[in-house]
């Protein structure tokens, strides 16, 4: 191997960007963009500062390098799922359980990704558009089949239902991160008694009377 293709010490440099990336996740992930430093992040990766310079250019190129990976790790999750044949809130759950046992060992990267001190243009903010347009077209996709399931062709109703799921998907996952003794499993489980409450419950009489007068 040529020197123009290694890192230091014999490391070749894809290996060596790799495990910078994954100490720069986890910084940016529990304490901010705007708190983490390339220093400390260098130290963790067990490199130089330079060299982190070197390779991504600025504390933002690290950022934008951070946050593709934790992305791509994510999305390709929930994509393995939208791929196998489960339909409706089978999918949903699914999906759930997925990304629990993703970030169970890097629990860092869904704040990473949603990291309100993060650059706000520029190619990070362009990498956050792509990112956002592609589990958008997923959730679209798993609520169609839903509201396809219940015959309810509404848009308006799947595009509600939509922005509720994701909206959901992230509050639970904010939760078990805040819960870290629960584990994948159980945190599974408990979605599974959560979504069997809410579409178990019935709306009282006089409350349904309300609506349909309405």
């Not at 070197?54 to 950022?63: A, P, R, T, W």
């Not at 990304?99 to 650059?119: G, M, N, V």
């Not at 959730?139 to 799921?165: H, I, N």
Request: charged fraction near 20%; hydrophobic fraction near 45%; include cysteine.
């Amino acid at each position: 191997m040529s020197r123009a293709n290694a890192g230091t010490k014999g490391v070749p440099r894809a290996d060596r960007e790799l495990q910078i990336v994954r100490a720069a996740c986890e910084v940016f992930g529990t304490v901010g963009f705007a708190k983490a430093s390339v220093a400390g992040i260098a130290a963790d990766a067990g490199i130089s500062k330079p060299l982190v310079y070197q390779y991504f250019g600025s504390k933002e190129g690290l950022f934008l390098a951070s946050f593709n990976y934790g992305a791509e790790t994510l999305a390709a999750e929930m994509e393995r799922v939208a791929a196998d044949d489960s339909v409706g809130l089978e999918r949903g759950l699914r999906t759930l359980d997925g990304l629990f046992r993703t970030l169970e060992p890097q629990p860092w990267l869904w704040r990473l990704l949603f990291d309100p001190s993060a650059p706000d243009d520029g190619e990070v903010a362009a990498a956050r558009a792509v990112y956002t347009d592609r589990i958008t077209r997923l959730a679209v996709e798993g609520v169609g089949e839903l509201m396809r399931l219940v015959g309810d062709d509404d848009p308006l109703d799947a595009s509600a239902l939509t922005a509720v799921w994701m909206s959901a998907v992230d509050a639970l996952i904010t939760w078990w991160l805040d819960h870290p003794q629960v584990t994948p499993t159980q945190m599974t489980e408990r979605c599974h008694r959560l979504i069997a409450a809410l579409s178990g419950a019935a709306l009282p009489a006089h409350l349904t009377a309300d609506l349909g007068a309405g």
